[in-house]
């Protein structure tokens, strides 16, 4: 591997070359991969429950003041598991019962989410 001001140069043992741009680079160190992901949401989900009679803020800028991210992305099944389950209750808000971590969900950024809240309601 080569180090230069604009990128990197990367070759194998069989020879090939590869330049990299410091621009075109993302740090990835923090990201998990999908599978983990998908295992972590599938298993959270088997450990919610409602939190009857409860709702968010009426008005939008309240209601996302009590998020926190990450977001965690559901597939249609698990989006109607999650609203199946709050509509039967009466709730917008469901808790994880080995955390206490509560949470709510909906459309954000293109695809249903399940969103923390930063505190108990």
């Not at 160190?29 to 599978?35: I, V």
Request: proline share 5%.
């Amino acid at each position: 591997m080569e180090l230069h001001d604009e990128g990197l140069r990367v070759q194998s043992d069989d020879g090939l070359r590869w330049n990299f741009f410091y621009s075109d680079l993302k740090d990835v160190s923090t990201q998990k991969p999908d599978a983990v992901t998908r295992a972590e949401v599938e298993r959270l989900i088997n450990f919610l429950r409602p939190v009857p009679h409860t709702s968010l803020p009426d008005c939008f800028v309240q209601a996302v003041a009590l998020l926190t991210r990450p977001y965690h992305r559901l597939t249609e099944q698990q989006a109607a598991v999650i609203r199946k389950m709050a509509m039967e209750n009466d709730c917008d808000v469901l808790e994880d019962c080995c955390t206490g971590q509560q949470y709510t969900w909906g459309v954000a950024d293109g695809s249903v989410q399940l969103m923390p809240l930063k505190g108990r309601l």
